[in-house]
């Protein structure tokens, strides 16, 4: 599984195609990563990434991404 980093950027900032992920509501977070999991959202790129991740490790990015400035 490719880090969240490498698209999404070190600080979460986004970029280019990927969107900006600091101090987004970790709420929403772990909802859009629950969608990319069961296809929901449908987003082959983000469903690979999410279908490595556990629930604990889904809250744990969310609750960091929204401390990002
Ligand atoms: C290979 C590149 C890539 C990697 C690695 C990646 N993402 Fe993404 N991510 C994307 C793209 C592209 C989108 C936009 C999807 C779309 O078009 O809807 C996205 C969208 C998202 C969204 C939805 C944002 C929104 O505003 O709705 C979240 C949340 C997210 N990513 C979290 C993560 C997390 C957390 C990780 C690490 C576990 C991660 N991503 C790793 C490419 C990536």
Request: aromatic share 6%; proline share 7%; charged share 10%.
């Amino acid at each position: 599984m490719p880090p969240c980093l490498s698209c999404h950027g070190p600080g979460a900032e986004g970029g280019g195609n990927y969107p900006r992920l600091a101090g987004q509501h970790a709420q929403y977070v772990l909802k859009q990563l629950n969608s990319f999991q069961n296809n929901m959202r449908d987003v082959a790129i983000m469903h690979g990434v999410a279908q490595g991740l556990k629930l604990a490790e889904m809250r744990a990015v969310a609750a960091y991404v929204q401390a990002q400035p």
